[in-house]
C-alpha cells in the first residue's frame, strides 16, 4: 500500500475540492487535512457546505474538480477501498425504518462482508454500549429522535472503522441526548478513531475537536485550535442592555476598563457588547463599573462566543443563514422529516 | 504505510468469497431487507392479495358468459371462459408486480437507507437484485392466493403437477424480468407519487393488448399483429397449455412464430430483456446516487 505516499500521516485529505448543484458553488476549493487518531471539527454555518464535503468524502458524491484521500485511497479511483475503513453517520439517520435495531445493524455487518455469528453479537455488543438494548427489538420506526440518531451512530461502527465521519451528529437533540453522543464519541476518539465532524456550533466543536476549519460558501476561511480561534473571537461575550438610550457612549466607556477590545453599541436596540476574559469575576467588575458611572441597566449576560461571534470576527459580517437545502430532484435524503 | 490500527480493533478474519460472488451475497441480504419490510406491513401486503382476487371474481362473474372462447363447445360456456381466463390473470398479476418494483426503488432511493448502503464496500447493484429478488418472492404468495380463488370459481389444473409447477415457474421467471423494467423506470421517478402513477402506464397497454382477458381473433389486424408478439401473450398461452385449460386457438390454423412456441419464446423474452434492463438500471442506479 504505497497510495499515501504523498499524505504520510493524514486519515483524510483533500485538495481543490469544487462541487457545483447547478448554479450553485457548494463547496468552491475546499483543501482539508486530518492527522491520523485526530478529531477535526468542521464548522459552518446552515449551506456552507459541510455535508457536500462529507459526501465527497465519503464516496457518495464525486467531485467537480480536486482530489481526496481517506487513509490513502482515492476517494473516486478507490472508492471500495475507502468504504472498507470508513464509517459514516449522515445528517439524516440512514436506518431502515421497518427492520428492528437489531436487523439493521446486522444487515450492516453482513454487507460489510463479516461472519453472520460474530455480526450478531457485535451488534448487540453496540446496543448495550448505546443503551437501546431494550429497544433492539422494536422496528426503528417507533423508535425517538434521539435513539435514531444512535442506532445510526451504531450501524456506522459494527466493523471497527478506523476513520469515522460525523454530519452534524447531534442537531436537533435534546440537551441530554446531545451529552450522552458527545460522551460516545470521546470514548471513540480515546480508543483511537480518527473522527471528521461537521457541527454549525462552536460549543460542540469546541468540546470534541481538536482542530477546528471553519468554512463559509465552500472554503475555508480559518483554521486552527479551538484557543487559536477563541483568540482571534475573543473569549466571551459580555452583554448589557441600558435602560436610557442617551448614556450608551457612557456605558461603553465603562465597559471597555473590563473589556479585552473596544465594545460593540448597537444604538438602535440598546445593546452594549464586549468581549471580554476572566469568567464570572468580570461579571462584578463590570456591574461595578456601570454602578459607579451611574449608568442603569436592564440585563446584563456574559455568554460563550457563539459561531455569529466568530464570523463577525473573522469575516466582518454575521454569518448568512441560508434556507435549508431544498428537496433534491434525485432524492438522497434531504428534506425528510428527521429532527 | 505510516497508519497505526487503533488498539481496540477486533475485526474478524474477512469471509471467504461465496462461490456465487459477492453480488449474490448482498442481494439476498437486501431482499431478506425488503421481505422483513413487507412483512411489518400487513395492511399493504393484505391489500396487494386483495385487488387480484377482486378481478378474478369480477371477470368470472361480470364477462363470464359474454366472452365466447374460440375451441371451447358452446354448452360450456362460463366455465370454460374461467378456465380460460385464470392463466390471463395469473400473468397479468405477475405484469402489474412489475409496478410495485417502481414505487419500491423510488421510496428506496428517497430513503436515507441509501446513503448507509452507498458508503458500504457492497456490490452497489445488490440493492436492485435485492429489490426484484423480493418483489419475485412476495409473488409466490399472491400466486397461491389467486389459485385458491381460481379454485374456488371453478378453474382446474387439468395436465398434472409437474406441468403446472412448471407454468409458476414461468410465471415467476416473467415477474422477475419485468421487476427489473419496473425498477429502470423506478429509478428515474423524482418521487414516489409519479412512481405510482407511471410504474402502472406502460403495463395497461402490455395486459390489455394481449391474450389475457380476450382470444386474439376479435381484434383488429395490427392489434393481433402486436399481441402475438406480445411476451405477455405468450406467456399466458404457455400457461395454458401447460394447465390444459382451454388456448383459444383454433386447431389447424397457424399462428405467428410465438404463439406456435410460447414456451421457447416465453424463455427468450425474458432473457433479451434481463439482458438489456439489468444493465440498464444497474448504470442508471450509478449515475443518479453520485451527482
Ligand atoms: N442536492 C442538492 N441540489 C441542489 N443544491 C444543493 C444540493 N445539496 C446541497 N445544495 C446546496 O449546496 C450548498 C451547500 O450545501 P450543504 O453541503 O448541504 O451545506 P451544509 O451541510 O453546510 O448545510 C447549499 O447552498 C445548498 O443549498
Ligand atoms: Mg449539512
Not at chain 1, 109 to 118: E, F, K, Q, S, V
Not at chain 2, 118 to 130: D, Q, Y
Request: hydrophobic fraction near 45%; charged fraction near 20%.
Amino acid at each position: 500500500m504505497t497510495a499515501s505516499a504523498n499524505s504520510a500521516n493524514s486519515a483524510i485529505s483533500a485538495k481543490g475540492l469544487v462541487k457545483h448543484y447547478g448554479d450553485v458553488k457548494a463547496l468552491d476549493g475546499l483543501d482539508l487535512e486530518v492527522p491520523e487518531g485526530t478529531v477535526v471539527g468542521l464548522l459552518g454555518p446552515n449551506g456552507a457546505g459541510k455535508t457536500t464535503a462529507v459526501r465527497i468524502l465519503t464516496t457518495l458524491l464525486r467531485p467537480d474538480s480536486g482530489s481526496a484521500t481517506v487513509a490513502g485511497f482515492d476517494v473516486v479511483r478507490q472508492a471500495d477501498a475507502v468504504r472498507r475503513v470508513i464509517g459514516l453517520t449522515g445528517q439524516y439517520a440512514a436506518v431502515d425504518e421497518y427492520l428492528t435495531g437489531h436487523e439493521n445493524l446486522t444487515m450492516v455487518g453482513r454487507l460489510y462482508h463479516l461472519p453472520a455469528g460474530w455480526v450478531a453479537d457485535r451488534a448487540q455488543e453496540l446496543l448495550e454500549r448505546f443503551n437501546l438494548a431494550d429497544a433492539a427489538d422494536r422496528p426503528v420506526r417507533t423508535y425517538s429522535g434521539g435513539m435514531r440518531r444512535r442506532v445510526d451512530l451504531a450501524a456506522s461502527l459494527v466493523a471497527h472503522p478506523r476513520i469515522l465521519f460525523l454530519d452534524e451528529p447531534t442537531t436537533g437533540l435534546d440537551p441530554r441526548s446531545r451529552l450522552d453522543l458527545w460522551a460516545v464519541i470521546g470514548d471513540l476518539v480515546r480508543e483511537g478513531t480518527t473522527v471528521l465532524l461537521t457541527t454549525q456550533y462552536l460549543e460542540e466543536a469546541d468540546r470534541l475537536a481538536n482542530d477546528i476549519v471553519v468554512i463559509d460558501h465552500g472554503r475555508v476561511i480559518a483554521h486552527g485550535t479551538s484557543d487559536v480561534l477563541k483568540d482571534q473571537v475573543g473569549g466571551d461575550r459580555l452583554e448589557i442592555v441600558v435602560r436610557d438610550r442617551s448614556r450608551l457612549n457612557e456605558a461603553a466607556a465603562a465597559l471597555s476598563a473590563v473589556s479585552d477590545a473596544s465594545p460593540f453599541v448597537d444604538a438602535d436596540t440598546g445593546h452594549v457588547s464586549a468581549p471580554v476574559s476572566g469568567g464570572s469575576t468580570v461579571l462584578v467588575e463590570a456591574v461595578r463599573a456601570l454602578d459607579s458611572a451611574g449608568v442603569e441597566i436592564d440585563d446584563v449576560v456574559l455568554r460563550r462566543p457563539t459561531l455569529d461571534d466568530v464570523f463577525l470576527a473573522l469575516t466582518g459580517h454575521v454569518a448568512e443563514e441560508e434556507p435549508a437545502p431544498a428537496p433534491a430532484s434525485r432524492g438522497r435524503g434531504r428534506g425528510r422529516k428527521e429532527s | 504505510m505510516a497508519m497505526t490500527s487503533p488498539p481496540t480493533i477486533a475485526l474478524p478474519p474477512p469471509m471467504h468469497r461465496p462461490v456465487c460472488g459477492w453480488g449474490l451475497h448482498d442481494g439476498l441480504v437486501v431482499a431478506r431487507r425488503n421481505l422483513l419490510a413487507t412483512l411489518r406491513n400487513p395492511e399493504l401486503l393484505f391489500f396487494s392479495l386483495i385487488q387480484p382476487v377482486i378481478f378474478v371474481l369480477l371477470f368470472a362473474y361480470v364477462f363470464g358468459g359474454a366472452i365466447p372462447v374460440p375451441g371451447a363447445s358452446p354448452e360450456a360456456g362460463a366455465s370454460a371462459y374461467r378456465e380460460y381466463l385464470m392463466p390471463g390473470i395469473f400473468g397479468q398479476t405477475v405484469a402489474f408486480a412489475a409496478a410495485s418494483s417502481t414505487v419500491g426503488i423510488a421510496e428506496d432511493m428517497s430513503k436515507g437507507i441509501i446513503d448507509r448502503f452507498r458508503s458500504l464496500p457492497m456490490k452497489s447493484s445488490a440493492v436492485l437484485f435485492g429489490r426484484t429478488l423480493a418483489d419475485a418472492v412476495r409473488l409466490i404468495l399472491v400466486l397461491a392466493v389467486l389459485a385458491i380463488t381460481g379454485l374456488v370459481v371453478g378453474w382446474r389444473i387439468h395436465n398434472g403437477a409437474l406441468l403446472a409447477t412448471f407454468a409458476f415457474v414461468l410465471l415467476l421467471l416473467f415477474a422477475y424480468t419485468v421487476a427489473w423494467v419496473g425498477v429502470w423506470i423506478g429509478l428515474y421517478m423524482p418521487n414516489t407519487e409519479t412512481a405510482q402513477t407511471a410504474g402502472l402506464l406502460w403495463l395497461f397497454p402490455l395486459t390489455f393488448m394481449s391474450n389475457a382477458f380476450v382470444p386474439l381473433e376479435g381484434m383488429p389486424t395490427w392489434l393481433q399483429t402486436f399481441a402475438s408478439w406480445n411476451p405477455l401473450s405468450a406467456l399466458v398461452l404457455a400457461c395454458r397449455e401447460l394447465f390444459g385449460n382451454p388456448t383459444g386457438q383454433l386447431p389447424g390454423q397457424t399462428y405467428p412464430w410465438p404463439l406456435e412456441n410460447p414456451i421457447a419464446y416465453t424463455l427468450i423474452s425474458c432473457a433479451v430483456i434481463l439482458a438489456i434492463f439489468i444493465p440498464l438500471a444497474a448504470r442508471r442506479y450509478r449515475n443518479s446516487t453520485s451527482h
